[in-house]
């Protein structure tokens, strides 16, 4: 009578058994129960598989903690999710989370630096950023290049425009260092691969001249040209006399429109009384900025003038350039 009794039991264990090995295979089949817009899921650092089993079992994407947690244990996944904030699509099975849980698929945001931008704007954009870690408020421009490693350098014009991904909770010393080091790669590259016989002893030159190219051009097909008439100006020992670099030297004095006592007062970046080149950048300018600084068009001209449609007329002596004046700035023949 025990044995009998035995066998039914292990008949009944057996069948109960399977029957759970098949749910199990089931589970791991079938999609989760997920919104049509898919789902967020945050994992922060230290969350165990328990823990996220059971938040998972909480919003209704599982119904059955232990299989997910069996799963994640025979793919030997259990210690390799990796935390952050994932998007999970509809349709998505739970071996199908697993493997993004794996590889660190997270959802990443964008920040962009905008071509022409100062530094002092990009970091008021950085600042307001709602997805990065801020710890870099309050800090002036020299504490923020020293801890980003670079304490000997200007903070104008290091930093590459471009739009730049990154996952929730990155620092926005991470997002600017790593900016800076694409604007040294790019502009390392660049220079060398520039023309010959540019009137540039070092990147940083360069760097300075795309700066004032790209607060000069409103048509980005002008950039070269534009660069060929400063080029040819510092070869002459001209004054570049370029309106942006006075601005930058005025500071917060500039309120929209440059006189001529702004003209003729002398700062550092007031490239109508100082030859060459100003000390630093004016701004931070793009790649299409910096390659036309590096491989600017040849031509005759000396001088442009803006028409007021973005474009501007270029003349190869002064009497051209006064007649273009008095054209499109004065509004006479």
Excluded at 101 to 109: D, E, M
Aim: hydrophobic share 40%.
């Amino acid at each position: 009578m025990i044995g009998r009794l035995l066998g039914i039991l292990l008949i009944v264990i057996a069948v109960a058994g399977g029957w759970q090995y098949l749910k199990y295979q089931e589970f791991t089949r079938q999609p989760l129960h997920l919104p049509d817009n898919g789902l967020s899921l945050s994992i922060e650092p230290g969350m165990s598989l328990g823990q996220l089993a059971r938040r998972l079992k909480d919003r209704g994407v599982i119904d059955n903690p232990l299989f997910f947690k069996l799963l994640a244990r025979q793919q030997q996944q259990a210690s390799r999710i990796k935390a952050g904030e994932y998007h999970v699509i509809a349709g998505a099975t739970p071996v199908q989370l697993l493997d993004q849980l794996v590889a660190g698929k997270v959802i990443n945001y964008a920040f962009t630096i905008i071509e022409g931008w100062r530094f002092s704007k990009m970091l008021d954009h950085l600042a307001a950023d709602s997805i990065l870690t801020h710890k870099l408020n309050g800090k002036d421009d020299k504490a923020i290049m020293r801890q980003l490693g670079y304490p000997d350098e200007h903070p104008e014009g290091r930093f590459l425009p471009e739009t730049y991904y990154f996952p929730r909770g990155l620092g926005d010393i991470a997002l600017l260092k790593r900016a800076h080091d694409e604007m040294a790669r790019f502009l390392t590259k660049a220079w060398e691969e520039r023309d010959k016989n540019l009137p540039y002893k070092t990147p940083y030159e360069a760097l300075i001249m795309a700066s004032i190219i790209e607060k000069e051009t409103g048509k980005a097909a002008e950039r070269p040209r534009i660069a060929g008439v400063f080029v040819r100006r510092l070869r002459k020992g001209m004054l570049l006399q370029t309106d942006p670099s006075v601005i930058y030297g005025m500071g917060d004095r500039y309120q929209g429109n440059i006189r001529r006592r702004d003209l003729r007062r002398d700062t550092p970046y007031n490239t109508y009384t100082r030859r060459g080149l100003p000390p630093t950048p004016i701004c931070l300018p793009g790649k299409d900025a910096i390659l036309a600084a590096l491989h600017p068009a040849d031509g005759k001209a000396l001088y442009f003038v803006a028409r007021g449609d973005g474009s501007h007329q270029f003349s190869a002596t002064l009497k051209e350039h006064n007649r273009a004046v008095r054209k499109y700035q004065l509004k006479r023949k």
